[in-house]
């Protein structure tokens, strides 16, 4: 069987650590980020990597679990990578939800950062 593309390895190398960090220790969550960091959590629009982490900081649940049910990445032309994952999360004592969120992986002085970042829960109004 071939090898996985290197932006495949990249990007699920990245998402591994990046949840793995968000579930055991948020504050750690920063060293995924820069100041030209762009993150939209549920259509709020947040840039640079202070007012991302207050954002993160601020999310009202002292502990989550995320659970990975797919992941999907993809060279750009510029040589970054999009990485799409879709899974479910777990908060306190809430039901589990479903959850979207979409990467855009730079890589700055060799080390791979989060340029763009987009979350949306996966809530459905069918009425």
């Known amino acids: 069987m071939a090898e996985r593309p290197i ?4 990007g699920t190398s990245f998402i591994q650590l990046y949840y793995q960090q968000f579930d055991t220790n948020r504050e750690q969550l920063g060293a995924f980020y820069t100041d030209a960091s762009c993150l939209s959590w549920e259509g709020q629009q947040f840039q640079g990597k202070t007012s991302i982490m207050e954002k ?5 649940f002292q502990k989550i679990q ?7 990445h ?8 999009l990485s799409m994952v879709v899974g479910q999360l ?4 809430d039901p589990v939800m479903g959850f979207h ?3 855009v992986l730079k890589n ?8 763009n970042d987009i979350f949306r829960l996966a809530l459905y109004n069918f009425a």
């Open 7 to 10: 932006w495949e390895q990249i």
């Open 56 to 60: 993160l900081m601020r999310l009202p």
């Open 101 to 103: 969120q979409l990467f």
């Open 108 to 115: 700055i002085n060799d080390k791979w950062i989060c340029s």
């Open 66 to 72: 995320h659970n990975i049910t797919s992941q999907d």
């Open 74 to 81: 993809q060279p750009t032309p510029d040589n970054c990578i």
């Open 90 to 93: 777990k908060v306190d004592d």
